[in-house]
């Protein structure tokens, strides 16, 4: 049973069941914005609580927001109070759009670089999805709305995400998977989304173990656990198994047909003429729905399900309307597209920015003729598709940006056709989705690569911006950059004196053309701020102070690329790389990546000295020899002894990070704080598990640029 307050108790007491009802199980917006609604209780002043995408900006429906970078640039800051910055902006445009929950952040890790919704996800390291989780929950939490935190557990690809069942051992599930969410309740987080797919054979909104002894028994998570939508597999096994609310509650043809906005189906079933919809890889069946309604309503009557867990389920809701102030009507109004607001998004664009590669041509002078090639270059990327869509109020495009900011002449060619966002809307065939147009539609005529190779040649540096597509719903087909701009690329490169390269992508690309180029930039999907955030960094107004939060390499180098571990056989993926994901399986194999977790350069020169511990953290003094202030993240690697026999460890983890300012020739002493579990490996049989010996603290630049070490004994 969820910790109650005596006010909490008394309504569960005064409710009737049918009114319980109606706080667990979603159904129709009137006003029309909410993602999920519930629609309270006039009696007793229980007042609607309405549900709201998502981890990009608020995306109520018909409305705009601000449109802050995607999730996986926030995570290249390793700044968690940047993150907390972020949360806390997000949560104040819910409350102006009258949201009261935020179905962010997402966490889930990036196993394979493939999945559709890599963008919205933090990295391939659970320490740092963990500390970036962390900020953003307390964010959102501080300013009285219900952070969200998804998608419990282990859904780390699009593909048959509905049906996959992730086969993961506990370690690997204890090391990886569940410590960002642990985070998340650590930090208050109000809410937990159950994922859509399966955990070693069960649903997750099934999955009582999961769900209940280890969320609500074992880590105390006092809030409530809301589906995914549409992801209620059953009635009594989700209720018993620990799952409080059913969202949206009503099938898509009640949302649509509804008088008023008010649905007054409780069909559990499908209509037959429309059973098929769920049959699409990647989407859930949108006629499934009201589980929580009739038919839980007979589970309660017939003690299937115990009149104990309704209460538990209701208190649970409550307990978290009264927490952020609902019951009080206390909150304030948020704000909406402030001047700070703004501001942040270009901070955290450009502070996400990656610097991979600069053979000294960046940052460029303030009168450099630039050649700006791109397909995309009129219109920013705002983000991917799916949930996280945010409808900004006004977005810089590349081309605005550059031109604005620079002196000298900035001639523009796109080169190749424009490269088409897509979307998971775009997909439903039981939506009419009119996206907003803000692109020009005149950008694909007389494009020609040769336009382009004649820009570059007359220009002093060639800034190219390329980008990929992808949406949730669906996995990518491989790592290459849509369309014919890797042609383009490597035809602007022999043309130009210097070339530059901006990537935006969701996540890591092949780069066959990276020795070719003069600077590389992931820049990931930056939000509204793209066009300022890249002339910021371009001409250095900013340092580039991001790291990679996920490992660049060649597609076919990654972990999980035999069938049965991605995408999957027979309904089953096996992860059987066990904790080797990411850098960590780069270093097993010993293998070389393209670029390493947490790689990036500076436009300052930082110098290490020695560092020392005291077992709790690790302390060293760094240095900006750079007549330039800089931005650096200072990283810290914990090298294990040698484990018991049969037992493989990881060469090195991850067990903290620093990001720091420096300003020209300053010099600071950067503590870099350890996690309760940096030096601890999971046994099933044991729990978390320190074993005796020498452990190695490596002080980084990234996990292959070791700077200096130091020896902790446990």
Known sequence: MADTTDRVEQLVGELTRDEKLRLVRGTTDPAGTATGYLPGIDRLDVPEFRLVDGPLGVRAEGERATAFPASVALAATFDPDLAREQGAAMAREAKAHDQDALLAPGTNLLRVPHCGRSFEYFSEDPRLAADVTAGVVEGIQNEDVVATVKHYVANNQEQHRTEVSADVGERTLRELYLPAFRAAVEAGVGSVMTAYNRVNGTHMSDHRRLVTDVLKEEWGFD???????????????????????????????????????????????????????????????????????????????????????????????????????????????????????????????????????????LPLDDGTDVALVGPNVHEATVGGGGSSETTPFRAVSPEEGVTARAEGEVTVAHGVPEIEDVSLFDLLPYIDYDADEDGDPDADSDVSIDEAVAAADAADVAVVAVRDATTEARDRDDLRLPGRQDELVEAVAEAADRTVVAVNASGPVELPWREEVDALLAAWYPGQAHGTALADVLYGDRDPA??????????????????????????????????????????????????????????????????????????????????????????????????????????????????????????RTVEVEFGDRAFARYAPDDGWVTDDGTYTVEVARSSRDVRTTVEVER
């Open 223 to 361: 809030g409530y656990v809301v589906s995914d939508w549409y992801g209620v597999e059953s009635t009594v096994g989700a209720a018993t198994a620990g799952l409080d609310v059913e969202m949206p509650g009503v099938s898509v043809a009640d949302l649509e047909d509804a008088p008023d906005g008010a649905s007054e189906t409780d069909e559990g079933n499908p209509d037959d003429a429309d059973a098929d919809l769920g049959a699409i890889d990647g989407i859930p069946d949108p006629t499934k729905a009201g589980l929580f309604g009739d038919p839980l309503a007979e589970a309660v009557t017939d003690g299937t399900v115990p009149a104990e867990r309704l209460d538990d389920m209701v208190a649970r809701v409550l307990g978290q309307m009264e927490r952020i102030g609902l019951l009080d009507g206390d909150r304030d109004e948020g704000a909406l597209d402030t001047p700070e607001h703004r501001d942040l998004a270009e901070r955290i664009a450009a502070r996400g920015t990656v610097l991979l590669e600069n053979d000294g041509v």
């Open 546 to 667: 991001g790291r990679l939060p996920v490992s660049f390499a060649p597609e076919d180098a990654y972990p999980a690329t035999d069938e049965a571990q991605y995408p999957g056989v027979d309904g089953a993926a096996d992860y059987s790389e066990g904790p080797f994901v990411g850098y960590r399986h780069f270093d097993a194999a010993d293998a070389e990546p393209t670029y390493p977790f947490g790689h990036g350069r500076s436009y300052a020169d930082f110098r290490y000295g020695e560092a020392e511990s005291d077992g709790e953290s690790v302390r060293v003094t760094v240095e900006n020899r750079a007549e330039r202030p800089g931005r650096e993240v200072v990283q810290a690697y914990v090298r294990p002894p040698e484990a018991p026999d049969g037992v493989e460890r990881p060469v090195r983890e991850l067990a903290g990070a620093a990001a720091v300012g420096l300003d020209a020739g300053e010099t």
